[in-house]
């Protein structure tokens, strides 16, 4: 048999939703029909497509299961039509277990199945809790091609005990190929990750790699897309498009130095331009796969509303954006002034309703039982409180989602009140801190990303961006009143959140041990408050949810006191993880 010199592949990068199976299936259909016109021998899709991805526990329902399998079957029928194979991942049970699959559709049957072998169970992902872990197994055979099918983590995962090398496994038993499905989630600086590991399996397989990642947003987690591949000598061979869809046939050629590529290359969106990107499309399709009709927000004339206000427009056009500020009588006419400028300049509807009538109501119903107190912080957070019952009310009657604006740096010492500005459905700079709002928000008068459905140049006034942050809860406040200056605040998380440094290694590189101390403090006790708050889009290695899992109820503080070394002579070496009988 004369060995195949050409294999034309069209690869998928779409957004599934989860749970939505025919959806998904009628996705692949399209895509396939595509890749019928463009005469491609294969159609690769993402890490199980067919459920969409995460599933979480929604895999473990049997139903759920059987109506997978049954379109995954309906679709290796509709292969006998002599078109191009179909590799797709969907959930599979074989022998009583439930793995993470890759179904090699082709001739009307399921011409194979690759199980995913090294399942990850950190950050975002529990793989293990669902799937049982599958086998290393060999390539499988299209148009005379042996192809690899590694499935994401089997070509990230680094060696230990517990690592399943699939990757070289292939190489031994003759793949030619290497076609990795992958649900990789965006974070910064991801793709330079992506691309350092691929490379690490090209050069240990002197196999050509081929990433798909699937695109979209999925409750806090958006998937990027921008897949390519690499060359067997490294050499990038094509580069897709980042947060959109996107269907691209490319031919691979085999030639003396084995398979080899030459498509198209479209710049990476990465740093500040990837994280906007990401608010964007993980709030668009949030509301669009929640189906809510528009989002309304409260616009208070600071950055975090103003940002937040631009993200959703660009996310969902301005006809779908309402925006209501509620002003009080510490409400400065600056405020007012800048939040009419930005609605105007984003086009979208806006009302001005005065609070104090309502605010002054709560206080008299409370007079008799806060007689003899005095003024504190409750006061302040009524007005936080009547705003939030009043965009509630606005959304219960015309069925938009609000929109909750408290950036990163606010939920991370609670600066934030619940059942008042924490109301809402989505927060899509829930993981920024308030010095990359400031970025973001410079960034956006300057560019916007390909196909936002705002308007370009500036749409948020530049006074908003340089006025000093203020919740305008009492006369002549300002948010450095109770808080170090953003910058220093910043610094002082991004180590105690995403790094997890100890209070004494911050000490350590020049941060002033009372302010340090006092923002762990304040991190600990917001716990409480974050877990009563919406989802948002994930950006940083470490967001609040899925990411950082902290006990409410948690009395431990690091208090940057020096701890004495472990003393190893305590530690017999019968002690060390003995399963050995006690002998009395």
Known sequence: MTKATQLTI???????????VTGNAAKARAARKQAVSDGADLLVLPELFIAGYPPEDLVLKPAFQAACRAEIEMLARETSDGGPAVLIGTPWVEDGKLYNACALL??????????????????????????????????????????????CEDTWMEESEDYENVVECLAETGAEILIVPNGSPYTREKNDMRLSVSVARVAESGLPLVYLNQVGGQDELVF???????????????????????????????????????????????????????????????????????????????????????IAVDALGADKVRGVMLPFRFTAQESLDDAAKLTKQLGIQYEVLPIAAAVQGFEDILKPVFAGRERDVTEENLQARTRGVLLMAISNKFGSMVVTTGNKSEMSVGYATLYGDMNGGYNPIKDIYKTEVFRLSTLRNSWKPEGALGPSGEVIPPNIITRPPTAELRENQTDQDSLPPYDVLDAILVRLVEREDSVASIVAEGFDIDTVTRIARLLNIAEYKRRQAAPGVKVTRKNFGRDRRYPIINKFRDTGKALPEPDHSLVTRSSRNSAEAFEG
Request: aromatic share 8%; with cysteine; hydrophobic share 40%.
């Open 224 to 310: 990027d897309g921008s897949s390519f591949a690499l060359n067997a000598d490294r050499s990038l061979a094509f580069q897709l498009p980042g947060f959109v869809e996107n269907i691209t046939t490319v031919r691979w050629t085999k030639g003396d130095g084995g398979w080899t590529c030459k498509g198209p290359v479209t710049p990476v969106l990465d740093g500040d331009k990837g994280d906007y990107a990401a608010c964007v499309l993980g709030l668009r399709d949030y509301v669009g796969k929640a189906g809510f009709p528009g989002v309304l927000l409260g616009i208070s004339g600071g950055i975090d509303s103003a940002l937040c206000a631009a």
């Open 106 to 151: 082709d001739d009307g049957r399921i011409a194979a199945l690759r199980f995913k072998a090294n399942l990850p169970n950190y950050g975002v992902f529990d793989e293990k809790r669902v799937f049982a872990r599958g086998p290393a197994a060999g390539p499988v055979t299209i148009r005379g091609v042996r192809v690899g099918v590694p499935i």
């Open 10 to 20: 069209t690869l998928a990068q779409l957004n599934p939703i989860v749970g939505d």
